[in-house]
């Protein structure tokens, strides 16, 4: 039993990387979105019984799983970076001192706040694009299949919230390790 128990206390530690409450907002909404590869699993399943069983396709199965996948890939930026797994020289990051921790953590921030802001800027315009005509009225921009729906403009304005989630991810990390005290027993 004491396998059991130390992988149950390695998965509690894994979420003791977890510093902000939105983090373990997101984190936690990871549990929720993760039902929607279920949900494509079972369209596919579907899509493949009409098909091949019953000698009749949708129209719409394999575009709602592309959507599904799509979205759930999207969701997935928040989540590595509110679970801190994003990608990360270890190798130099757990070889450096508190200090020198919190002074790349620091950099890292800054830039990473800085390409969030130009991915939102460029998101905000696909949005604006994808949810308008030119003349300003509302109009979603669809796959263009028989079917048309309106995923794309959908996809894009997920972009965006996925983006601005993560520049205030960041945001707060940062001021995190700003005042992260680095002392002897600062950590």
Known sequence: MADESDIITRMEDGDAEIRTGLDRAIAGS?????????????????????????????????????????????IGGPVALARDKHIRVRMFYDAAGPQRRRTLDIFNSVIALLFFAGLAYAAWVMVGKSWFTPTGALHLEGTGTSWNPPTPALLKLLVLICVAAMFVQTLLHLIEAIRRDTSAGGE
């Open 30 to 74: 990871s549990k929720v979105f993760a039902w929607a590869i279920f949900v494509a699993f079972l369209i596919t399943v579907v899509e493949v019984f009409a098909r091949y069983v019953f000698d009749s396709p949708t129209f719409w199965a394999h575009e709602t799983t592309t959507f599904l996948i799509a979205a759930i890939f999207l």
